[in-house]
């Protein structure tokens, strides 16, 4: 099914910015008197935490070196490759998985604070099939479904940050050892650390740890920056974009009739589908802070600044990695062996440069404050979601989805299964192909309504 997903997601992409720059744009996500709740920054802050966050630093040097090293179709450890490297990298982390969190975000904020319906997935069914049916069985196997999508797409990423944050502080600590007891550990301190911030609401945890973290994030970037190849960062950056931009429809569609897919496959087609095994988690999580604010707003918003900041990361991080080696710093072979435990790989190129260890303090940092806001964040929306649709969930209710996604995700660990749930995350959101198209459908036919409707009043008033 590698075509369906390219085609699809590509429709995605499409569909967002027609609605961004369509006649519905001025729609407001609430009242028409509504506006938004929380500050540009606090917003951007919490987007880019909830839905990239611990990825970025787990991916940022790992996903460039791999594409450096096996590029599709090309011969690795070249110029041609590291150039491959970027756009591949920025086509992965661009405006196509905010696209899948857009549509489910907005689906979710417009029918439930414009519309007035729950704050679920199922309520976009109403306009579809009616109230009855999306209240019944099929709206409730929808929920059902997005409820255990998101409880193993979260479980499993917490088990990838405890590897990565034990390997951080393995290479700043000697003699720390890299064992299962010591994940738990870590597990254990940090689901304390993100119940209290779950506890504590989105005005208060979520929103002042989302602002650390943010700034925390540009500190780490900035300083990597100063102490990396700065020309070469600059230009990957600027040259990874025109190819990204320049190319982004073909790419979007790029699947090989007579050669070899297996690139396309594991790299373009596995990112699409976990992307949308990610999506009721941050879809429902942008819909509660984004209440006010426009159709537009919320769409470019959405799409274009956690996207840019994204490919800046990657520039910085992904050209320490091919930099070393290029310049032949690190050998290809050794480099290769890095990018097979993602979790060190970050720690081991940045002792390469200078105030290495500095760095990795703050990466462990970061890794530490992006592992509680996932957390959080996502035991706030199992809260929602648990609870038909409630805004602020029973702090029982957040604490009970918080001990449940970190015991399942020490289980992953001691199993080693945290490989096999990803792969069963992506095959559970397959459905969720179909499930955003419906939504895409749905949000069209009532914007369609509502214009329909207030020009019709707006009629009747003239002739009144």
């Not at 973290?213 to 230009?235: C, D």
Request: charged fraction near 10%.
């Amino acid at each position: 099914m590698g075509w369906l997903y390219l085609l699809v997601i590509a429709v995605f992409v499409a569909f967002c910015l027609i609605l961004a720059f369509g006649k519905y744009g001025s729609i407001r996500l609430g009242s028409d008197d509504s506006r938004p709740e929380y500050s540009t920054f606090s917003w951007f802050a919490m987007l880019f935490c909830a839905g990239m966050g611990v990825g970025l630093v787990f991916w940022g040097v790992s996903e460039p070196l791999s594409h450096f090293i096996s590029p599709d179709g090309m011969e690795g450890g070249t110029a041609e490759a590291a150039a491959f490297a970027m756009k591949a990298t920025f086509m992965h982390w661009g405006i196509h998985p905010w696209a899948i969190y857009g549509i489910l975000g907005l689906s979710i904020a417009y029918f439930g604070f414009r519309k007035g319906e729950k704050n679920l997935i199922s309520s976009a069914f109403v306009p579809l099939i009616g109230r009855k049916r999306a209240e019944g069985g099929i709206g409730k196997a929808v929920d059902v479904l997005t409820i255990v999508i998101t409880v193993t797409g979260i479980s499993t990423t917490l088990g990838l940050s405890a590897l990565q944050i034990n390997g951080g502080l393995s290479s700043l600590i000697p003699g720390m050892p890299t064992n299962l007891k010591t994940q738990i550990i870590i597990i254990a301190i940090v689901t304390v650390a993100f119940l209290c911030s779950a506890i504590s609401g989105v005005d208060k945890g979520i929103k002042h740890l989302s602002n650390f973290n943010l700034i925390l994030a540009i500190a780490l970037a900035a300083f990597a920056f100063a102490v990396g190849p700065k020309i070469q960062i600059l230009n990957n950056f600027v040259s990874g974009m025109g190819d990204y931009i320049s190319g982004i429809v073909k790419e979007s569609l790029n699947i090989h009739t007579y050669s070899d897919n297996s690139w396309v496959i594991n790299w373009r087609v596995f990112y699409w589908a976990w992307w949308i095994s990610w999506a009721p988690f941050v879809g429902c999580f942008t819909a509660r802070i984004s209440r006010g604010r426009t159709i537009q707003e919320f769409v470019l918003g959405v799409l274009v600044v956690p996207a840019v900041a994204s490919c800046v990361w990657f520039s910085v991080f992904g050209s320490l990695g091919i930099n070393l080696g290029i310049n032949g710093i690190i050998p290809l072979e050794t480099l290769g062996e890095l990018i097979a435990t993602p979790e060190t790989a970050l720690f081991a190129v940045l002792n390469e440069y200078p105030l290495g260890a500095v760095l990795s303090v703050m990466a462990v940092l970061l890794l530490c404050t992006f592992f509680i806001t996932s957390a959080d964040s996502g035991t706030f929306v199992l809260g929602m979601f648990s609870s038909d649709g409630q805004l602020d969930p029973s702090n029982v209710r957040k604490v009970t989805w918080g001990i449940a996604i970190s015991v399942l995700a020490v289980g992953l660990l001691i199993s080693g299964g945290l490989k096999s749930v990803q792969t069963v995350s992506i095959v559970i959101a397959f459905p969720f192909l179909f499930i955003i198209l419906a939504c895409c459908w749905a949000i069209v036919k009532s914007l369609k309504n509502e214009t329909t409707n207030f020009n019709t009043n707006t009629e009747d008033k003239k002739k009144t």
